[in-house]
T-cell receptor, first 109, second 115 residues
Framework: GENVEQHPSTLSVQEGDSAVIKCTYS??????FPWYKQELGKGPQLIID?????GEKKDQRIAVTLNKTAKHFSLHITETQPEDSAVYFC????????FGTGTSLTVIP | GAVVSQHPSWVICKSGTSVKIECRSL??????MFWYRQFPKQSLMLMAT?????????EQGVEKDKFLINHASLTLSTLTVTSAHPEDSSFYIC???????????FGPGTRLTVT
């Protein structure tokens, strides 16, 4: 089955700086790569996603890049704000979702 | 759009009792719903896949007689934890497949505490 690795597990940045979270996957058949933000005590919220026929996607301060050859994709958050502090999960999916282990992001005011 | 609700948001029960958690897709029909379990500071662990009108598919190691799943309609799936024990205490999250090419939308989760 698919194996998704996510790094780093924790990340602290100063407010206004950028944050980058990386995930690698193993199954070349995976074709959909969503990113979720989970705040404490809440369910994951889809923040951005990308499909295998696209290399990059951007939504305001959030962007995702995909390198199919290298089998990795990354989440980029620019101009970070304290409310961006949360746990972020990547996932890779073909027929089933495989989640990364999560990154706890702390934005320091 | 694509809102998924769960009820209750938290529940405390005594050992040996059963607890039912509901998952509803509010503004779309979901042929497939998923149930996850999440321990503190860990990722989501898929427990089972629920298809409307058919039996759920359980992941390896998940006891189907303990975690009963019913998907009676295109907007409702239920998870019943039977004969609950303290080790069943966890955060249970459902998600629904919107039908749009694998997109899943998650509910807010249910915190179960078994005393």
């Amino acid at each position: 089955g698919e194996n998704v690795e996510q790094h780093p597990s924790t990340l602290s940045v100063q407010e206004g700086d950028s944050a980058v979270i990386k995930c690698t996957y193993s199954d070349s058949a995976s074709n959909y790569f969503p990113w979720y933000k989970q705040e404490l005590g809440k369910g994951p919220q889809l923040i951005i996603d990308i499909r295998s026929n696209v290399g990059e996607k951007k939504d305001q301060r959030i962007a995702v890049t995909l390198n199919k050859t290298a089998k990795h994709f990354s989440l980029h958050i620019t101009e970070t704000q304290p409310e961006d502090s949360a746990v972020y999960f990547c996932a890779a999916t073909g027929n089933q979702f495989y989640f990364g282990t999560g990154t706890s992001l702390t934005v320091i005011p | 759009g694509a809102v998924v609700s769960q009820h209750p948001s938290w529940v405390i029960c005594k050992s040996g009792t059963s607890v039912k958690i509901e998952c509803r897709s509010l503004d779309f029909q979901a042929t497939t719903m998923f149930w996850y379990r999440q321990f503190p500071k860990q990722s989501l662990m898929l427990m089972a896949t629920s298809n409307e009108g058919s039996k759920a598919t359980y992941e390896q190691g998940v006891e189907k007689d303990k975690f009963l799943i019913n998907h009676a309609s295109l907007t409702l799936s239920t998870l019943t934890v039977t004969s609950a024990h303290p080790e069943d205490s966890s955060f249970y999250i459902c998600s629904a497949d919107s039908g749009a090419l694998n997109e899943q939308y998650f509910g807010p989760g249910t915190r179960l505490t078994v005393t």
